[in-house]
T-cell receptor, first 113, second 115 residues
Framework: SQKIEQNSEALNIQEGKTATLTCNYTNYSPAYLQWYRQDPGRGPVFLLLIRENEKEKRKERLKVTFDTTLKQSLFHITASQPADSATYLCALNYGGSQGNLIFGKGTKLSVKP | DAGVIQSPRHEVTEMGQEVTLRCKPISGHDYLFWYRQTMMRGLELLIYFNNNVPIDDSGMPEDRFSAKMPNASFSTLKIQPSEPRDSAVYFC?????????????FGPGTRLTVT
C-alpha cells in the first residue's frame, strides 16, 4: 500500500541547534514534495516545495533535501528558535494532478530556550 | 486578501443531525480542497474541485458525506446524518493553476464535535 511516514511524532531540541525532520514514502513516484507548518488551532501554512529533479532547496534558515532513490526528504531548521516550535507536515503529490496531495501525520517540534 | 474563510469555526451537534460546513476560497483560485484532520489519521483529503467541478471524491468516507461547489467563491461540505466518529477538524484549502505553483492555502478549520 502507499504510505508516507514522518519518523518522529515529536522532536525536542535546544535553541540554536539544527532541527532535522524526516519524511519517508513508499510506492509513490512524486513529482514534488512540500513541507507545511501547523500551529495549534490553525490550518497548515506552506513553507517549501522541492521537485523530483532537485536535490536541495533553501529558504532563509530552512533547507529541504529530496532523495528519490531513498524515497526520503529531510527538512532542516538551522539556528532554531522557540518561535519555530510547531508541527511540521510533509506532503507529496501523486497521480499527476495538482490536486492529489497526501500528507504525513507530522512531527511536533519543540525548541527549548 | 482575507485568505480562505470557513464557517462555523466550532460546531457541536448531536448524533443524527445534519451538519453543513462552509468555505470561501481565495479569489482567483481555481482549486478547492476539503480535508479532515484527526490525531489518529492525520490530515486526509476528502474531495477536491477544479473550476467548481468535483475531480476526486475517493476520500469521502461514505454516502453520509457530500460536497458541492455551486460557484467559484463558495463550497459546502455536508454530513447527514452525523455520527460521533465524524468528530474532527475540517479544513478547506484553495490553490491556483500556475506553472510551478502548487502550494495550498488553508483556512482556519471547523472543529466539529458530534455527541
Amino acid at each position: 500500500s502507499q504510505k508516507i511516514e514522518q519518523n518522529s511524532e515529536a522532536l525536542n531540541i535546544q535553541e540554536g541547534k539544527t532541527a532535522t525532520l524526516t519524511c519517508n514514502y513508499t510506492n509513490y513516484s512524486p513529482a514534488y514534495l512540500q513541507w507545511y507548518r501547523q500551529d495549534p488551532g490553525r490550518g497548515p501554512v506552506f513553507l517549501l516545495l522541492i521537485r523530483e529533479n532537485e536535490k536541495e532547496k533553501r529558504k532563509e534558515r530552512l533547507k529541504v533535501t529530496f532523495d528519490t532513490t531513498l524515497k526520503q526528504s529531510l527538512f532542516h531548521i538551522t539556528a532554531s528558535q522557540p518561535a519555530d516550535s510547531a508541527t511540521y507536515l510533509c506532503a507529496l503529490n501523486y497521480g499527476g494532478s495538482q490536486g492529489n496531495l497526501i500528507f504525513g501525520k507530522g512531527t511536533k517540534l519543540s525548541v527549548k530556550p | 486578501d482575507a485568505g480562505v474563510i470557513q464557517s462555523p469555526r466550532h460546531e457541536v451537534t448531536e448524533m443524527g443531525q445534519e451538519v453543513t460546513l462552509r468555505c470561501k476560497p481565495i479569489s482567483g483560485h481555481d482549486y478547492l480542497f476539503w480535508y479532515r484532520q484527526t490525531m489518529m489519521r492525520g490530515l486526509e483529503l476528502l474531495i477536491y474541485f477544479n473550476n467548481n467541478v468535483p475531480i476526486d471524491d475517493s476520500g469521502m468516507p461514505e454516502d453520509r458525506f457530500s460536497a458541492k461547489m455551486p460557484n467559484a467563491s463558495f463550497s459546502t461540505l455536508k454530513i447527514q446524518p452525523s455520527e460521533p466518529r465524524d468528530s474532527a477538524v475540517y479544513f478547506c484549502a484553495s490553490s491556483r493553476t500556475a506553472p510551478g505553483v502548487y502550494e495550498q492555502y488553508f483556512g482556519p478549520g471547523t472543529r466539529l464535535t458530534v455527541t
